[in-house]
C-alpha cells in the first residue's frame, strides 16, 4: 500500500517539471487560430480579432495579432462561431458559421481590404472541415442537427450507441477490437459511463442532454488512453443565455409491428411467429441562465421503455429506465471556468434473459442504478497557455434476482433444448469509481523550427468491484443429456449437475502521464509526436493486502504527420503510428481471488443422489508472471482528407492493428494427454477429433500471464489478432437545409483469440487446451463490407425527412460441440474460426417530421419513424453446436418493420 501512495506525489512532480514547458483544445473544446492579411498576402500585426457565440460563456472575446499576422482562440466550448476582423485604414471583415467541434483546431484567414472602420464586410465562404494540424483520422463529428435528426430517429434512443455512426464500427466493436469493453465511453471528457469491473459502458445517459458527440481514435494523440478500439465523446448541454427547453415523446404499440418471416420455415421453426417491440419515452429539458454570460444552467428529466414480445408467453421481456441530468457552469471571471453535472439512472429489466427457449419463470430481474458525477475547472493564463483541472465520480450497484428467488433450480432438457424452473444463476454487485485529471497546454511561437502546442497532464483512475454469484438452488441440471456414463461405464441418456459460485472482492488504480506536441514546421507541415506512460495495479483483498496485480509499465510512443497539401487548409495528407493500452479493468486479475468455489460436474444417479465425475478446483493459490503486460494494440494509419464544396468533405484512411499481449489466466502446473474422441456432425455420422484430458498425476497451478504457445502444456497457441481496413467517408454538414454522410469500409479480422465477449482480453481460454482447438479464423465481429448512408433534408411545407441506409455483411459464427465431462465439457470449434457466415444486415430506416413555427424558438415537431422499411427477415443468430435438438435453426432474427409516432416542442 506504501507504494501506491508514494505514485500520487511522484506524478505530480513529473507534471510540475513538465509544466515548464507549457495543445490548443481539450477533450471537451477546440481552438480556432489563423491569420489576418492584407489583398496582396502581407500580415497585418496589430488587428483586432473579435469571436461570438452562444454557445461561449462570457461573452465576446477580443485578440490582437502578433507582428506575423496570426491570432489564436483557445479552450473554446464546440459551436458555431462569428469572426470579425478590423483594423484602422481597412474595411471591417466579418466571417460567420465557423463551427468547430470538440478536439479541433480550425484555422481560418481573414483577408481585410483597404477602406474605413465603419464599411463591413460579411463574408460567406465556406466554413473550415479539415483540421491541417491533427493526425487524427476517421473521427465522426455530430452536432446538435445530427443529434436531433439522424440520431434521434434511431431504434434505442441510447447515446452510446452513437458510436456505432462512425466508420468501421459495428454493434460496439471498433476496427476489430472487443465489443463494448475496448472503447473508452466519455462524458464531457472523463470516463465516467464504465463499468470498471470489465470496461463496457454501463450508463446510458439520455441522447437529448448531448450536444455533442465524437468516435474517435484513429491516430489519437497521446492525451488520449484506456482503449484499443475508440473513444466516444459525449458533450452534454450547458444551458445559455436564454431560456430554452425541450418536451419530447415517442411511442411504438405492439400492434404497429408487421411479420417479416414465415415461422413454417424449419429454420424459424422454433418461432411462432415474429418478435413485437413496444417503445416508449419521454424527456423533458431547460436550460438558461443565472447570472447573463457568468452562470449557466441545464436540467433534464425522462424515462424510456422497450420491451420484446415473444409469441406463446404471457410476459415480456421489459427494459425501464428513468433519467435525470443537472448541469451548472460558471464562468469565474475572464480567466477561469467552473462546471458540474450529476446525472442518475436506475437501469431495470424486467425477465431478462427470455428468448425462444427460455420462458419468463426461467428470467431474471436485472437491476441497478447508476450515478456518475464531475468536475472541471479550466484556467486561461494569457493567451498561449491554459490548464484544466477535472474530478469524476461513478457509483453503482447491480443485481440479477431470478424469477423463482434462489432456492428454486433451472433445468436444461437436451431432447427439447428448452430451460425451465429458473435462471441458474443470482448476482448482487457494487462497484464505484474516482477519476482525477491535470493538463496545461502551451503554445509556442518561434520555437525549435516552427511553432508549437505543447500538451502535458497526468490522470488517476481509482475503483473497487465487488461481485457475488451462486446457482440457484445449489446447482444448474441438464436432463436427458445422451453420453459416455463414467459411473456406469456405458452410452446413456442421463441428468447432469453442475455447482459454482464466487464472492469476489477486488479494486485498485491506474496512474498514467502524457506529453504531446503539434509541431509546426513551416506552413504546411505538422508533426504529433507524444509518450503516454501508465502503471496499473491491483488487489484482491479476499488473499492479501499487497498489490497483486502488478504488470508492466504500459508505455505509449505516439507519432502522427500532417501535411496541408496546398496550403490553403483544404487537402491534408495524415500518416499516424500508434500503441494503445486497454483501460483499466479488475476483470484482468480477480480470477485468481480465493474465494472461487469449484466448478464441479455430477452424474445424477437412479435413487437422486449424485456421483461426481469432474472437478476443477480454484482453491489453490494463484501467482501472477513478473513479466506480465497490459493488452495494447499497434495501430497504423494512412488517410487523406479533402474539402470538396461548401461544408462537404471526403476522407480516404487505411488502418493496420494488431492486438497482442492478452491476459488470462492460465493453468501452468497441468499435464494433459491427447486422446481421439468420437461425437457425431449435424447429419448424426460419426467423426473423430483429438481432445486433451488432464493427466492423473496433474497438478494445478493457476498464473496470470499474456499466454504464450508452448510455456505450459495449457498453451497450444499464443493469441493474436490482426485488423485491416480501408475506409472512404462523405460528410456534407447541414447547411442549405440538407445533410448527407457516406461511409463504406472493407475490412478483414482475423486471429485466433474472440473479439466478441468479457473474456476478450484472454479470460479462462487458456487453463484448457480444448478451447483452443481450432481457434485461428475469422473473428467473429469481421465485417467485410459496411455501408452506411444517413442524412436529412428540408422538404416543402416544414417537412424534414431523415432516411438512413444500412449494409454490413452477416457476422461470422462456427460449428461446435460439447466436449464430455472428463474434459470440463467446454465448447469445441470443429472447423476453423469464423468459417460460416450469417446473412447480410440490410435495412433502411427513416423518419419524417413536420415542423410549426410559431415564433424564432416556439416550435412544434410532429415525428413519424419507420423502421426495417424493406421488412427483412433474416436470422441473426442461430444454434451452432451440432449436438443440440435445435442446431441450425434461427435463436435470433432482425426486427419486423414498425412504425413509431412521437412529438417535440421546443420553447
Not at 453 to 460: A, I, L, R, S, T
Not at 729 to 738: C, M
Not at 795 to 823: C, D, E, H, M
Amino acid at each position: 500500500m506504501k507504494h501506491r501512495l508514494n505514485t500520487i506525489p511522484a506524478l505530480l512532480s513529473v507534471f510540475l517539471l513538465l509544466c515548464g514547458l507549457a495543445n490548443a483544445q481539450s477533450g471537451t473544446t477546440g481552438a480556432i487560430e489563423g491569420r489576418v492579411l492584407d489583398e496582396q498576402g502581407n500580415p497585418l500585426p496589430g488587428a483586432e480579432v473579435k469571436i461570438s457565440s452562444p454557445d461561449l460563456i462570457g461573452g465576446t472575446q477580443a485578440k490582437m495579432t502578433t507582428v506575423e499576422g496570426r491570432f489564436r482562440f483557445v479552450a473554446l466550448p464546440r459551436g458555431t462561431y462569428t469572426l470579425v476582423g478590423s483594423l484602422a485604414g481597412f474595411t471591417t471583415m466579418k466571417r460567420d458559421d465557423v463551427r468547430i467541434f470538440v478536439g479541433q483546431t480550425i484555422t481560418v484567414d481573414l483577408t481585410l481590404k483597404i477602406g474605413t472602420l465603419e464599411e463591413e464586410v460579411t463574408v460567406v465562404g465556406a466554413s473550415p472541415l479539415v483540421d491541417v494540424k491533427d493526425s487524427q483520422m476517421n473521427a465522426t463529428n455530430l452536432d446538435i442537427q445530427m443529434l436531433q435528426t439522424v440520431a434521434g430517429e434511431m431504434r434505442y434512443k441510447n447515446s452510446t450507441n452513437l458510436i456505432n455512426l462512425a466508420p468501421g464500427v459495428k454493434d460496439d466493436s471498433a476496427m476489430g477490437a472487443a465489443s463494448r469493453v475496448s472503447n473508452q465511453w466519455n462524458l464531457d471528457g472523463q470516463s465516467l459511463l464504465t463499468f470498471i469491473g470489465s470496461g463496457a459502458d454501463w450508463q446510458y445517459p439520455d441522447l437529448n442532454i448531448i450536444e455533442e458527440a465524437q468516435v474517435a481514435g484513429s491516430g489519437a494523440n497521446a492525451e488520449y488512453g484506456g482503449f484499443t478500439g475508440a473513444v466516444l465523446n459525449l458533450i452534454t448541454k450547458s444551458g445559455g443565455n436564454s431560456l430554452e427547453g425541450l418536451a419530447e415523446f415517442s411511442y411504438s404499440p405492439l400492434r404497429w409491428n408487421t411479420t417479416n418471416f414465415d415461422p413454417a420455415n424449419p429454420k424459424f421453426s422454433l418461432f411462432e411467429a415474429p418478435n413485437r417491440i413496444f417503445y416508449m419515452d419521454a424527456h423533458f429539458g431547460l436550460g438558461g441562465r443565472i447570472i447573463r454570460d457568468k452562470l449557466w444552467f441545464y436540467v433534464s428529466g425522462g424515462f424510456i421503455q422497450q420491451d420484446e414480445e415473444y409469441k406463446g408467453f404471457t410476459k415480456r421481456v421489459s427494459s425501464q429506465i428513468p433519467k435525470g441530468f443537472g448541469k451548472l457552469t460558471w464562468q469565474i471571471n475572464k480567466n477561469s471556468r467552473l462546471s458540474a453535472f450529476a446525472e442518475y439512472e436506475y437501469f431495470q429489466v424486467f425477465n431478462r434473459g427470455m428468448s425462444i427457449d427460455r420462458e419468463a419463470d426461467a428470467t431474471y430481474y436485472d437491476v441497478g442504478p447508476g450515478f456518475p458525477n464531475s468536475l472541471s475547472f479550466l484556467h486561461t493564463f494569457t493567451e498561449d497557455t491554459f490548464a484544466e483541472v477535472k474530478l469524476g465520480r461513478y457509483w453503482s450497484w447491480y443485481d440479477q434476482r431470478p424469477n423463482k428467488g434462489r432456492d428454486v433450480p433451472e433445468r436444461y432438457d437436451y431432447l427439447t433444448g428448452m430451460y425451465t424452473g429458473n435462471m441458474y444463476f443470482w448476482g448482487e454487485s457494487d462497484s464505484t469509481h474516482y477519476t482525477a485529471s491535470a493538463s496545461v497546454s502551451h503554445h509556442a511561437a518561434d520555437f525549435i523550427g516552427g511553432s508549437h502546442d505543447f500538451k502535458v497532464g497526468v490522470e488517476y483512475l481509482t475503483g473497487n468491484d465487488n461481485a457475488a454469484t451462486g446457482y440457484t438452488g445449489g446447482f444448474r441440471y441438464a436432463d436427458n443429456y445422451y453420453g459416455y456414463s463414467y459411473v456406469y461405464y456405458d452410452y446413456r441418456y442421463m441428468t447432469l449437475a453442475y455447482s459454482y459460485g464466487y464472492n469476489l472482492k477486488s479494486n485498485g488504480w491506474k496512474a498514467s502521464a502524457f506529453a504531446q506536441d503539434s509541431w509546426k514546421v513551416g506552413d504546411r507541415l505538422t508533426i504529433n509526436p507524444g509518450i503516454r506512460w501508465s502503471r496499473y495495479r491491483g488487489f484482491l483483498p479476499n488473499l492479501q493486502s499487497e498489490a497483486f496485480f502488478k504488470p508492466k509499465d504500459a508505455i505509449e510512443a505516439r507519432l502522427g504527420l500532417t501535411f496541408d497539401v496546398f496550403g490553403d487548409h483544404t487537402t491534408a495528407l495524415k500518416a499516424h503510428y500508434g500503441r494503445f493500452h486497454e483501460s483499466f479493468k479488475t476483470y484482468f486479475f480477480n480470477t485468481l481471488d480465493p474465494s472461487i468455489d469449484d466448478y464441479v460436474i455430477y452424474e445424477l444417479l437412479q435413487d437422486g443422489s449424485k456421483a461426481e465425475v469432474y472437478r476443477k478446483s480454484y482453491a489453490v493459490s494463484g501467482t501472477v508472471d513478473p513479466n506480465l503486460r497490459v493488452p495494447h494494440s499497434d495501430q497504423f494509419t494512412f488517410g487523406l482528407e479533402r474539402t470538396l464544396m461548401k461544408d462537404t468533405a471526403l476522407s480516404l484512411t487505411f488502418i493496420y492493428r494488431e492486438y497482442k499481449n492478452f491476459i488470462a489466466r492460465v493453468n501452468r502446473g497441468a499435464t494433459w494427454d491427447l486422446f481421439p474422441w468420437t461425437y457425431k456432425d449435424e447429419d448424426g455420422q460419426p467423426q473423430s477429433i483429438g481432445l486433451y484430458a488432464e493427466a492423473d498425476d496433474s497438478q494445478d497451478q493457476f498464473v496470470l500471464a499474456n499466454p504464450t504457445e508452448g510455456a505450459s502444456q495449457s498453451e497450444i497457441l499464443t493469441p493474436k489478432n490482426k485488423y485491416t481496413g480501408l475506409s472512404i467517408a462523405l460528410n456534407k454538414r447541414f447547411s442549405d437545409g440538407w445533410m448527407l454522410h457516406v461511409d463504406y469500409t472493407y475490412s478483414q479480422t482475423k486471429g485466433n483469440h474472440t473479439n466478441a465477449t468479457t473474456q476478450s482480453w484472454g479470460g479462462a481460454f487458456y487453463e484448457n487446451p480444448n478451447r483452443q482447438i481450432n481457434a485461428y479464423g475469422i473473428l467473429p465481429f469481421d465485417a467485410p463490407h459496411a455501408l452506411n448512408i444517413y442524412g436529412t433534408v428540408s422538404l416543402p411545407f416544414g417537412f424534414i425527412l431523415t432516411p438512413r441506409f444500412t449494409y454490413q455483411s452477416g457476422w461470422n459464427y462456427t460449428k461446435t460441440v460439447t466436449g464430455p465431462s472428463a474434459t470440463g465439457k467446454p465448447s469445441i470449434f470443429i472447423e476453423s474460426r469464423g468459417s460460416n457466415r450469417l446473412p447480410a444486415q440490410l435495412s433502411l430506416d427513416f423518419r419524417l417530421e413536420k415542423l410549426f413555427s410559431f415564433t424564432e424558438k416556439l416550435k412544434l415537431g410532429l415525428m413519424l419513424d419507420a423502421f426495417n422499411v424493406f421488412n427483412r427477415g433474416v436470422e441473426t443468430s442461430l444454434y451452432s453446436n451440432v449436438g443440440l435438438v435445435n442446431y441450425g435453426k434461427a435463436r435470433a432474427v432482425c426486427e419486423p418493420r414498425y412504425f413509431r409516432v412521437g412529438l417535440r416542442f421546443y420553447f
